[in-house]
């Protein structure tokens, strides 16, 4: 699925329009929400990044990822591995994959 790259701005509703969110560098239209909506949807590519790079800092510490099973860090092991697995289906949502 291709996408349209960030950053992208919002301009702001006239009126009783929509909003529209455009990139930034081309002026390309990407979407035409509600104004409450027009700011969280500006944001997607950087939020994507940003989700991109939890991600690969949570696999790369093996000290979160494997704590033994008998460990009193069992809990903070469980919580990264899921938290990992809601970054990772997240990213694959936005990606269109895996739906």
Known sequence: MAHT???????EPQGDEHA????????VLVAWPTADNAKLIAAAPELLSQLKMASEFISGHNECLSVPSG????????????????????????EGRGE
């Open 5 to 11: 790259p960030g950053p992208w701005v919002v301009r």
């Open 20 to 27: 529209e969110v455009y990139a930034e560098d081309g002026g």
């Open 71 to 94: 460990s009193g860090d069992r809990k903070w092991n469980d919580y990264c591995v899921g938290l990992l697995e809601d970054c990772e289906a997240a990213i694959a949502k936005a």
